[in-house]
């Protein structure tokens, strides 16, 4: 993107041009896929959500149990950044990160994080099995609803070394929550190149009893969690939305000019950029064009009905200024959802994108809203007409960056910078289908074509990506499965390492044992380890993460004599290559002093028949080094659809029963849904060691 200023610059210099060759004018090649790789950072990334690259070149990542782990690439350790006490019902916990653009680690070390603060809200009680108290009512009185009344804070921090001083927090902004209740309650941050930050917020609105189309319920005694118009339509709410703020030197913020609706505007709050959003959990900004790229996530319904509105439509739009994107109204301009009374279950008129109107009793903002504006991309689960490259399946749109390719810097990012062929164009992926994708867009501003990116490198549920200040893709990849850390789960940099480049060791790190009690001897293991190009490769191995290399064996064996959490590190570098001294590490923590529990899912079990509605009692077992506290058990039930999930509630004790939920919108016949139980016990630690959690999980197969 700098190229045509450079050039502006040195030929008002007289620099060079007088005798150097002219500029080639050819378009650069498209590059093969063999000219790239994708190198592991961290293989054991706990549920991971997002990540945010440093300028110095460590990564951060959180996971939504309330970690903050960074990736140190001078020695490969993964550290724990942070650890906040978040809530966590369904989808909730900690979500965003992302780094102050003016970051230089001295005068300003701020980082951002969205989350979700425990405050009081209520939580299951596991000394009353038969009784969540986690759950909020779906029907009732407000007084009913108000204990689950909560917020997503957005807050920036202090990042001292490589630890995030917690007591540094600037509290920024909070978003209102209506808790207890499953769904999209995620949240992204990003900067443009003004300094304003983004902030996207979900619409916080149950969609599994609107049988896949709007939801849009209105009755009196409902909780107001199934109206998408209290928060998405309403201009006086801040979910489903991107908000557009300018962070001050205190942590307030002030309200750049151009946002949605100007401050002081009875009814709109002035933070509101684009409203009309349903999940908007990825996106991301063009610094050099200075466009947003917001990619929706899509409602269930696997196809349109007259009476009630269209398929399930994913969005990718590119906003350039402020805007009305129709949720829960319309998905585009012309395609409007239908009037539902889920009252009287009748269908009215279709909904009018040009002037749409918010007369739901849930909402407090203006009733007039502005129309509905364009996506560029909007596609279903079948092959769409206009983007039929994007396949078919799931629908999970995320949105990534534009690639800024830099011809001064490439000399000293090389060989991990991408090429100058991916410059300016916004990459896409999809979470449900495992793919990356560049869109180019036309003259027109709209998407001109759309091409495959890497497609022989595998990728498991990419749930975000940033290119890095080298110039290198950074992913961060969920895996496929439900709130856990899943066997894909990874984060991981894909490198442009050229058509004729070395190819960067690819270590494996195990051990037979990683807790237990002192003395404790560790059987380790580089298998898997090898090198693409089959070079020689050297092993290192240090088992205290002290920076000395404690064996140059490929499997040695290690005794640990005292208790602590040990870190034990795998690098692994090319000595036999053509370009010598590549290198990668990996790591098996192996904690001394204490022994992970082991838990049983004793009922429900696998495969266990259900009709989605029913009551299922579940007993957990749990075995450990310690006594057995049955309230630190907790039980998530997960609606498992395709290859992701939706928490629905969360409850504690070693028995108990969760009444499981009717995924309205959904065929059990025709689509692949189960049901899911999940179970985690967190001892309390021993002696200064820190907890150890063990994991079970079962999926139950829906009878029709």
């Known amino acids: ?126 000394s009353t099995p038969d009784v969540n108290e986690g759950d909020a009512p779906t029907t009732g009185t407000p007084a009913d609803f108000a204990p689950f009344e909560g917020v997503q804070r957005l807050s920036r921090f202090q990042l001292v070394g490589d630890k995030l001083d917690l007591t540094t927090e600037q509290q ?142 994913g969005r990718w739009v590119v906003a350039r200024d402020a805007g009305n994107y129709g949720w829960p109204y319309c998905v585009t301009p012309d395609m409007p959802y239908v009037d539902y009374d889920f009252a009287t279950q009748q269908s009215g008129e279709p909904f009018d994108c040009s002037a749409p109107v918010n007369d739901s009793p849930n ?9 509905v504006e364009q996506p560029e991309v909007w596609y279903s689960y079948s092959e769409s007409e206009r983007f039929p490259e994007l396949g078919t399946g799931g629908i999970g749109p995320m949105a990534g960056p534009a690639y800024d390719f830099d011809p001064a810097d490439t000399r000293g990012r090389a060989p991990v910078a991408w090429p100058e062929y991916y410059d300016g164009a916004p990459l896409f992926y999809e979470w449900t289908r495992d793919y990356i994708k560049a869109f180019r867009l036309g003259d027109d501003g709209g998407v001109a074509s759309i091409e495959d990116v890497v497609p022989s490198i595998p990728v498991f549920g990419v749930i975000d990506m940033e290119f890095g200040p080298n110039g290198a893709l950074y992913i961060l990849e969920y895996g496929k499965g439900y709130f856990a850390e899943l066997p894909e789960a990874q984060l991981a940099r894909i490198d442009y390492i050229g058509p004729n480049g070395n190819h960067t060791p690819e270590p494996k790190a195990s051990a037979d044992v990683t807790s237990g009690h002192a003395p404790l001897t560790v059987s380790f293991s580089s298998e898997g380890t090898h090198d693409p190009e089959g070079d020689r490769l050297r092993y290192e191995w240090d088992f205290d993460s002290d920076g000395t290399v404690d064996s140059r064996r490929a499997n040695p064996t290690h005794t640990y004599q005292e208790n602590g959490v040990y870190t034990s590190t795998l690098k692994v570098t090319d000595v036999g ?4 001294g590549r290198s990668a590490s990996a790591e098996v923590e192996v904690v001394v002093g204490n022994a992970a529990p082991v838990v049983e899912l004793v009922k429900p079990v696998e495969g266990q028949p259900f009709a989605f509605g029913d009551t299922v009692e579940f007993e957990v077992k749990v075995a450990d080094d310690q006594p057995v506290d049955c ?38 016949e025709h689509d692949d849904l189960r049901g899911v139980f999940h179970a985690t016990y967190t001892d309390p630690g021993a002696d200064g060691v820190p907890a150890l959690t063990g994991h079970a999980e079962v999926a139950l197969e829906p009878t029709g």
């Open 172 to 313: 920024i902004l909070e978003v209102k929550e209506d808790r207890g209740i499953c769904c999209h309650v995620g949240g992204d941050i990003v900067f443009d190149g003004e300094g304003n930050l983004y902030l996207s917020t979900g619409d916080d609105t149950n969609p599994f009893e609107s049988d896949g189309y709007a939801p849009i319920d209105e009755r009196a005694n409902r909780n107001p969690a199934f109206d998408a118009q209290r928060t998405s339509a309403n201009t006086n709410d801040l979910r489903g939305k991107v908000l557009r703020i300018h962070v001050n030197e205190d942590g307030s913020y002030s309200i750049p000019e151009g946002n949605l609706f100007e401050p002081g505007t009875s009814g709109a709050r002035p933070e509101i950029y684009l409203m009309g959003l349903r999940n908007p959990f990825r996106i991301e900004v063009n610094k050099e064009t200075g466009d947003l790229y917001v990619a929706d996530y899509s409602p269930d319904a696997g196809s349109p009905d007259p009476q009630r509105g269209p398929a399930g439509q």
């Open 363 to 371: 909402n407090t903002g203006l009733t007039e809203l502005p129309p």
């Open 1 to 126: 993107m700098r190229r045509s200023r450079m050039v502006a610059t040195l030929a008002a210099a007289g620099v060079a041009l007088a005798i150097a060759p002219p500029a080639s004018t050819a378009e650069p090649a498209r590059p093969d896929d063999a000219a790239f790789q994708k190198v592991t950072l961290n293989d054991t990334p706990g549920e991971p959500i997002d990540l945010a690259v440093v300028p110095d070149g460590r990564v951060l990542h959180t996971t939504r149990a309330g970690e903050l782990w960074l990736n140190d690439p001078d020695t490969g350790l993964n550290k724990l950044a942070a650890e906040l006490d978040v809530y966590s019902h369904d989808e909730e916990g900690l979500q965003s990160v992302a780094v102050d653009p003016g970051f230089d680690g001295k005068s300003n070390r701020w980082v951002y994080l969205y989350y979700a603060p425990p405050m009081d809200t209520p939580t299951d009680d596991p």
């Open 631 to 668: 309230s630190r058990v907790e039980v998530a039930y997960i609606l498992g659809h395709d290859d992701h999930g939706h928490g629905q509630t969360t409850a504690a004790g070693c028995t108990g029963s969760i009444q499981t939920t009717e995924p309205s919108g959904h065929d059990p």
């Open 577 to 580: 290559g053509k370009h010598r």
